[in-house]
């Protein structure tokens, strides 16, 4: 499938999405949208003839965006999610928070997301090392950490329970009404080098993020261009904690939450980054619900520091030449999957 064809199909599915939206306005007593002559997201000429694929969309929702009342939304979200799972799961939670009582209970729902709702498939699971410290490295796809949670599961299937890394969530993330005692169960762990660095101490694995929130809150149009990575801490861990660095390459879950812009206003309200998607804040809640995209997670052959002088850690040189490394294999994973993959949904 041509990449105008995987275009036309998001095309398809963003215009159901659209009319929705556009009831629940008109039920509201607000006008309708102006009929756009092109379809809901313009013609699909090719994203890259155009600054993005949902820029007709995008600017209809944004002059709509000072209807929305932010504060109340996010006030409804934290009453309906606050105690989200609180009252579940088991008495043993680690010092991180993981409660493996209540992991075991989502399990089924996780392995619905990974086999039916986003039918993942993975490459490259053979060369997962065992025996070693391992810190994963992955593009950043989408606002909430889904790309996390299904790495993690999908180590897990491929080496065992006890292989289940834990993937680090940014600060931002954990304002988000519901996420920190959610996340922090599930594996999730507040993104800085001395918890990575605990966790690699104790024979845990780590996922990393390096693109951070830029990668995260990138818009649609700018899906799978790897971002910068930041600093390169992971490099300096991986070297002191002698972790093996394994890249990975996640596809499918930009699409889960298309992103069209972040409303700066409602940043400044509630301290936190809300971007705008087809869906969210149009429906509320149900607006938070995943697309079903088609996802692929691809692990890269490992990247070992066993014979790395400790010093280099703390060489900014060494350091910025091998996250240059690191960033280059995970983009050239990522293009290659981009490439290869027949569908979006």
């Not at 008495?91 to 039918?119: H, M, S, V």
């Not at 910068?228 to 002698?242: C, D, L, N, P, Y």
């Not at 429906?283 to 088609?294: E, I």
């Not at 091998?322 to 490439?339: A, D, H, M, P």
Request: proline content about 7%; charged content about 25%.
């Amino acid at each position: 499938m041509t990449e105008s064809q995987e275009l036309h199909e998001l095309r398809e599915a963003i215009a159901g999405l659209r009319e929705e939206i556009e009831g629940r306005w008109m039920r509201s007593g607000a006008p309708p949208a102006d009929e756009d002559p092109e379809g809901a997201v313009g013609a699909a000429r090719g994203e890259r003839e155009a600054p993005g694929v949902l820029d007709g969309l995008a600017a209809e929702i944004r002059a709509r965006a000072s209807e929305v009342d932010w504060l109340g939304l996010f006030n409804e979200l934290r009453r309906r999610f606050a105690g989200f799972g609180i009252a579940e799961g088991g008495t043993e939670i680690d010092d991180f928070g993981l409660d493996p009582a209540y992991l075991e209970q989502r399990r089924g729902w996780l392995d619905f997301l990974f086999e039916r709702w986003w039918r993942i498939e993975t490459a490259g699971t053979e060369l997962i090392p065992s025996g070693e410290r391992l810190l994963f490295v992955s593009n950043r796809s989408g606002v909430l950490p889904y790309d996390g949670l299904m790495i993690a599961h999908a180590v897990e299937r491929a080496a065992g329970a006890e292989s289940r890394p834990r993937f680090l969530v940014a600060d931002w993330l954990l304002g988000v009404p519901f996420s920190a005692g959610l996340l922090s169960r599930l594996g999730g762990v507040r993104a800085c080098a001395e918890n990575a660095e605990r966790l690699l101490r104790t024979g845990r694995h780590v996922i990393a993020f390096p693109e951070g929130q830029k990668g995260a809150l990138k818009p649609f149009s700018d899906r799978y261009q790897l971002q910068r990575f930041a600093r390169g801490g992971f490099v300096s861990i991986a070297v002191r904690e002698r972790a093996t660095i394994v890249p990975v390459a996640v596809v499918g879950a930009e699409e889960v939450h298309p992103i069209l812009f972040q409303s700066s206003f409602a940043e400044r309200l509630l301290g936190v980054p809300l971007p705008v998607t087809p869906t969210f804040p149009w429906l509320g809640p149900l607006g938070l619900v995943p697309l079903p995209s088609r996802w692929r997670i691809r692990f890269g052959a490992p990247i070992r520091f066993a014979d790395v002088p400790p010093e280099c850690a703390a060489d900014p040189l060494y350091v910025n030449r091998t996250r240059e490394i690191v960033r280059g294999t995970v983009r050239t994973l990522l293009e290659q999957e981009v490439r290869g993959r027949s569908s979006v949904f």
